[in-house]
């Protein structure tokens, strides 16, 4: 076990190291002069040349991403160029609406993928596992902008009966902040639950085709039993890794959906930079975003070691 | 207490069973013995209705006065574990990986009694005591991964007796296990089917073992119960000509109870080998392989009965073998 989670840990590490070269040579080498890009190209030159200093662009490449390195590790995520905002502070303030609706969406997609896609399982042959085969396609195929999009028309506009768009701050008013992710929730989760319920589904067909789903029948379960007593417990093990992926999907569906409703988060925030051309700021949160997918991916890791039996012994053994 | 009629069971339009008698009496051990591929699990599964979904079941099985095959899943899973239990092949498959062993053998006692908490741990230690497991305490709280594979196999038998059956179906239960472990996990068989009054039915492949644990035998083949009856009959006297193929081919079966002159002789050549699915010739399915056919075997043969309920299917019977 122990083992287990080192090698978890290196991986992580070495992940992050590997990613904040992609961000860093990515953005500020292929996509052509920083300041150019920041800047337009008919900047005056006195202005070119005091931002290259000021962004440090003058020194080798290595010190530029050293620097940058360290600055992050310390938590300074830089400053923006025309606001003078510093990004740190500024992420942390528009921490909440991105919070709420990546939580939201965990809570709402993971408990309906399993429901739905183990239901999906179970009724493999017959015409119900249809209607859910259904829900997946239109759900994977749609776009989450334009789900978010019908939602906010439909159920703001038309029927009025949640906002359309703004945030209120869970500690203002609890109530009225849930009311306010409704519906960027339902549009965020209704992609991550269609993928996540195929996973489901796969991952429970091939449990129930296992030799203890036979003995549990055996015993007395019927087949509905059977693959909720010992069929989701064996299949959460090939889904708490994909369960670590679709993090990433969330975490992407947020940024769309936060800019669909107008809420205040991260998503809005990088938008916002992006055509602003804050280079510094997009490098930044692309680097924050990615170590938070990165820490979820390893604690989900070290729990599937926990998940396991055979893992949780055979490592502590090795080590 | 069990007893198949015309049992068919069609998957994609083949036969794949089709067995137009079989009894299994009160208390008595029954084996079903055939090579592999001759239908023996698939007869299991079709008495426990755990055939797969795309399967065509007709006929019946009548188990205790009712027809199994009338029932669906959730009626059928009052019987399972409780009336009739099952232990397979292959333990450390047949046992989930992530559920601690007292929770799979208590598991029949939850489902089908009204018994909780600690008595239901009482009865789980008893039962591992009556399976002759050691530290029946802390062995039900460790995983399957750590045991071997003939205390496994004690654990599965411990699960299917939970409920206390009538009959127990064991589908080559010693199959995946070293001679020694076999042994004793035969004789555990026996004594608990005597000890409990409850009937088995065993599967094997092996006629030696079979001959060690029963007191009658069925032999299939090509999803037919070609030949029937105490096992001394049929042994001293095969009439079937796949009975006589399969002894030729097991020649050394003495009379006593020494185990290890009854197994590791497994069945060696019998000519041509088991086709495939819908792939056996008509009437006789054992036509193509047998040495005595004669033009009347491309029709089904009609049963035959001789004295003890010996009960076979053949043109041309004989207990000569196939030289
Ligand atoms: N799920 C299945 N679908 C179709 N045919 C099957 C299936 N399982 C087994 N069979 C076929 O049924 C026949 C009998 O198989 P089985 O009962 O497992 O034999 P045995 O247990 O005697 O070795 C074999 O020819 C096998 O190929
Ligand atoms: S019926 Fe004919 S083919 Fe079949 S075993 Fe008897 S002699 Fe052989
Ligand atoms: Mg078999």
Redesign the pocket.
């Known amino acids: 076990m122990l083992k287990h989670i080192f090698r978890s840990f290196f991986t992580l590490i070495f992940a992050a190291l590997v990613g904040s070269v992609v961000v860093f040579v990515l953005l500020r080498q292929l996509g052509g002069d920083v300041v150019t890009a920041m800047l337009g190209k008919e900047a005056a030159p006195i202005d070119v040349s005091y931002l290259r200093e000021e962004l440090g662009l003058n020194q080798p490449l290595i010190v530029q991403y050293l620097n940058w390195l360290g600055d992050i590790a310390r938590g300074d995520l830089g400053t923006s160029y025309a606001m003078k905002l510093d990004v740190f502070t500024e992420m942390m303030r528009r921490l909440g609406p991105t919070a709420m609706l990546t939580i939201g969406g965990l809570i709402v997609s993971v408990p309906l993928s399993l429901i739905l896609g183990t239901y999906s399982a179970i009724n493999a042959k017959k015409i119900r596992s249809g209607f859910v085969d259904v829900f997946t396609t239109v759900g994977i195929a749609v776009p989450t902008f334009w789900v978010g999009l019908l939602f906010a028309l439909l159920f703001g506009v038309r029927l009025g009966w949640l906002p359309t768009g703004g945030y209120i701050p869970f500690t203002e008013d609890p109530l009225q902040s849930i009311r306010s992710v409704i519906l960027p929730v339902a549009a965020l989760s209704l992609g991550v639950t269609s993928v996540f319920t195929r996973y489901v589904r796969t991952a429970m067909l091939d449990v129930m085709n296992e030799d203890f789903m036979r003995s549990a029948m055996a015993r007395g379960r019927t087949r509905r039993g059977a693959a909720i007593i010992h069929g989701v417990r064996n299949a959460s093990i090939p889904l708490v890794t994909v369960a670590a992926l679709q993090f990433g999907q969330l975490i992407a569906g947020a940024v769309v959906v936060e800019n669909v409703f107008v809420l205040p988060g991260i998503g809005r925030l990088i938008v916002i930079s992006t055509l602003g051309r804050e280079v510094v700021v997009v490098q930044s949160l692309a680097m924050v975003l990615m170590l938070i997918i990165l820490i979820l991916n390893f604690l989900v890791d070290i729990a599937y070691g926990f998940l396991d039996p055979r893992i949780r012994d055979k490592e502590s053994v090795d080590v | 207490m069990l007893q198949l009629r015309d049992v068919r069971v069609v998957i994609d339009g083949h036969e794949i069973i089709r067995i137009d008698e079989l009894d299994l009496a009160p208390g008595s051990r029954l084996g079903l013995v055939g090579e592999s591929g001759s239908g023996k699990t698939m007869t299991a599964k079709a008495i426990a209705g755990l055939l797969p979904d795309e399967s065509k079941v007709s006929g019946s099985v009548i188990f205790e006065g009712q027809d199994l095959l009338t029932l669906n899943d959730r009626e059928m899973s009052k019987v399972r574990g409780k009336r009739i239990g099952f232990v397979f092949q292959d333990p450390a498959r047949s046992l989930n990986p992530m559920m601690r062993i007292g929770k799979q053998v208590s598991e029949a006692i939850r489902i089908h009694s009204d018994l909780k908490g600690d008595a239901v741990t009482a009865k789980v230690i008893d039962l591992l005591h009556q399976v002759q497991l050691p530290e029946p305490e802390t062995l039900l709280r460790r995983y399957p991964h750590q045991l071997s594979g003939g205390q496994q196999q004690r654990v599965m038998i411990a699960a299917a007796i939970a409920a206390d059956p009538d009959l127990l179906i064991a589908d080559e239960p010693t199959t995946a296990l070293d001679v020694t472990v076999q042994e004793e996990i035969l004789r555990l068989l026996i004594s608990l089917s005597e000890e409990r009054k409850m009937s088995l039915m065993f599967v094997s492949h092996d006629l030696g073992v079979i001959r060690f644990v029963c007191d009658r035998v069925a032999v299939i083949y090509g999803g037919n119960i070609?030949e029937s009856g105490r096992i001394e009959d049929v042994v001293a006297h095969p009439m079937?000509?796949?009975t006589a193929a399969l002894l030729a081919a097991n020649p050394g079966m003495p009379k006593d109870d020494n185990f290890s002159a009854f197994i590791g002789k497994r069945l060696q050549t019998i000519t041509g080998s088991v086709p495939a699915v819908g792939k056996f010739p008509s009437g006789?399915r054992?036509?193509n392989r047998?040495l005595?056919?004669?033009d009347?075997?491309s029709t089904m043969?009609s049963p035959i009965t001789t004295g003890n309920d010996h009960r076979y299917?053949?043109?041309?019977?004989g207990d000569r073998g196939q030289s």
């Open positions: 070609v079937h000509r796949y006789c054992f036509r047998c005595s056919a004669t009347a075997c043969p299917l053949c043109w041309n019977p």
